[in-house]
Nanobody, 127 residues
Framework: QVQLVESGGGSVQAGGSLRLSCTFS????????MGWFRQAPGKEREGVAA????????YYADSVKGRFTISQDNAERTLYLQMNILKPEDSAMYYC????????????????????WGQGTQVTVSS
């Protein structure tokens, strides 16, 4: 059984940093695409960053490029999202996601490409 558990969310002032973690079990992380998504109240879930470890490929939404970094710790079976220079518009519930038959390819932020989801961790950025 695949399980994803996020942590690391919280409240921070604009310009600050947070690091989100997603520990996963029952999943072969290197075979398929993993990603971070976020959803703000009243908005659709959107992709933030994705990684396909086997190809060493990472993908970022334009809104976070240069500020966020996605990475994996193989030994700890953990996916990370380092978020720097946070802005109020980054406030949202952040979700870790994993696929079972998707390799990121050209559309890494399509929600229905991902099969497994965590419960989310809240990020609030104040101005």
């Amino acid at each position: 059984q695949v399980q994803l558990v996020e942590s690391g969310g919280g409240s921070v002032q604009a310009g600050g940093s947070l690091r989100l973690s997603c520990t996963f079990s029952g999943y072969t992380y290197s075979r398929y695409c993993m990603g971070w998504f976020r959803q703000a109240p009243g908005k659709e879930r959107e992709g933030v960053a994705a990684i396909y470890t086997s190809a060493g490929s990472t993908y970022y939404a334009d809104s976070v490029k240069g500020r966020f970094t996605i990475s994996q710790d193989n030994a700890e079976r953990t996916l990370y999202l380092q978020m720097n220079i946070l802005k109020p518009e980054d406030s949202a519930m952040y979700y870790c996601a994993a696929s079972r038959n998707f390799y990121c390819q050209s559309t890494p932020f399509v929600v229905n490409k991902y099969t497994y989801w965590g419960q989310g961790t809240q990020v609030t950025v104040s101005s």
